[in-house]
């Protein structure tokens, strides 16, 4: 029985349910006068998601970022070849990322939201922003080159400690991972095998925390609709988030990746995008890049003349590393989230932005939530209330479906460009 509810109520429904249930009780409380109530009494195991969500976010970035680097150590066999991979993922995630701000920015879906809700939202959350000020301020004083010192943590445990610090962790974790990568393997397959054993646990903590989004769901947006007193500007904004990422994942899949195979490799533009549609087709319908991995690999190989040297070498990498898509719909969804909450980003908050999303892109656990701790961890580095989540959660299973699919596409593209050289 356990197994047919599953089936029937996979977890992207259950959330979706708690989105609608949650939109029920804000409205419900808004027009009988309870507001107060859902605040007090509903919308805390809302917060309490939240804080589960920060929780985790630290150590599972560290852990995962560091058996992210020290699971490339095959890259010293192909050094040629590993470094000019990574080098084009990376530079085709910056892409992405730059694409969704350039998105997030132009449309800013989250100014739909009805002016006068703005500016209710802007003095509930008067706090942050007046701390977002203060920041930018002590940013300006300390001069230009600032942000070199505040990168390098000088001590781990305490920026290990405090969320919006993540970028020394970040830090950390990579020149850690280096460090163990430079060793010979020897000396250090016990402490890769350590860090394997945590990078399961932490996966599985999340998977405990994932199972209460439902609720946490329902309880904070009934909050965010009772904040709004029953507005329906917000659907209509939501309505426009959906639509900007898609159009955004679709100018990646149908014509950024097709135009880098037409420039790099002898592959017609008509070919590739005939060839794709399988591969991008089951990994719209798993969410999942690895389980599309042995359907990207055969028609690299079969269909676009791809060698399996480097098939089989750079798409099960892509899988570890490569999140375009991903990365692109977490950056208009930081910036919908920033608008519909009324929190002003500056320059330097942007390029915090990118820089921790196509950094973190190499960190996003593959499983269902995973993005959504990486969301809280970035929200929370730029000063971004992370109850915000709950706009967007209801909603994100096809987004994550589509992103996918982008996500398989951009594999095969840096694997064609890397064979065509």
């Known amino acids: 029985m356990t197994k ?69 150590k095959d890259i010293s066999r192909f050094s040629k070849l590993g470094g000019r991979t990574i080098l084009i993922y990376l530079c085709t995630t910056v892409v992405a990322v730059l694409l969704g701000l350039s998105m997030g920015l132009l449309v800013k879906p989250g100014n739909l939201v009805d002016r006068e809700q703005m500016v209710h939202l802007q003095e509930d959350y008067q706090e942050v922003v007046m701390q977002r000020q ?3 301020i002590q940013a300006q004083d300390k001069g230009p080159l600032n942000f070199l010192t505040d990168f390098v943590p000088n001590n781990f445990i305490s920026a290990a400690g405090d969320n919006s610090r993540i970028l020394q962790v970040i830090f950390f974790a990579i020149f850690f991972g280096l460090a163990t990568l430079s060793l010979p393997t020897e000396k250090t397959a016990s402490v890769v095998q350590f860090f394997d054993s945590l990078n399961d646990i932490i996966l599985r903590m999340v998977d405990y925390i994932i199972l209460i989004a439902p609720i946490g769901v329902a309880a904070l947006m009934a909050g965010l609709i009772a904040d709004f007193g029953g507005d329906t500007s917000i659907f ?32 017609s533009f008509k070919k590739f995008l005939r ?10 319908t798993t969410s999942s890049s690895a389980a599309t991995l042995p359907v990207t690999l055969e028609t690299a190989e079969r269909d676009l003349g791809i060698s399996t040297e480097v098939s ?24 919908f989230i920033a608008q519909v909450l009324g929190v002003d980003l500056s320059f330097a908050d942007l390029m915090v ?6 950094v973190s892109s190499i960190g996003t656990p593959g499983i269902p939530g995973g993005s959504f701790v990486i969301l809280t961890m970035v929200l929370g580095a730029v000063g ?7 706009l967007i959660l209801g909603i994100d299973r096809p987004l994550d479906m ?18 065509g050289k």
């Open 402 to 419: 589509l992103r996918t699919a982008v996500n398989v596409t951009g594999d095969a593209t840096v694997a064609a460009i890397v064979d």
């Open 134 to 136: 203060e920041q930018v």
């Open 4 to 72: 047919t509810q599953k089936k029937k109520f996979p977890l992207y429904i259950q959330i979706l349910i708690g989105m609608v249930v949650g939109i029920i009780i804000g409205f419900i409380a808004t027009h009988t006068g309870s507001a107060t109530i859902v605040k007090d009494w509903i919308q805390p195991w809302g917060q309490l998601f939240i804080r589960l969500l920060q929780l985790i976010a630290i150590p599972l970035v560290f852990i995962s970022l560091v058996k992210g680097v020290t699971g490339l």
């Open 275 to 284: 060839s794709m549609y399988p591969v991008q087709l089951f990994g719209f």
């Open 384 to 390: 971004i209330p992370a109850e915000g989540l709950a």
């Open 236 to 267: 209509s904004a939501l309505g426009a988030y959906a639509a900007t990422v898609t159009v955004a994942l679709f100018i990646l899949m149908l014509g950024f990746y097709p135009l880098l195979v037409r420039l790099f490799t002898s592959i």
């Open 312 to 335: 089989s070498f750079v798409l099960p990498i892509g899988v570890t590393i490569n999140m375009d898509g991903t990365s692109c719909y977490q950056t208009i969804a930081i910036l």
């Open 353 to 358: 932005i990118v820089g921790m999303t196509v």
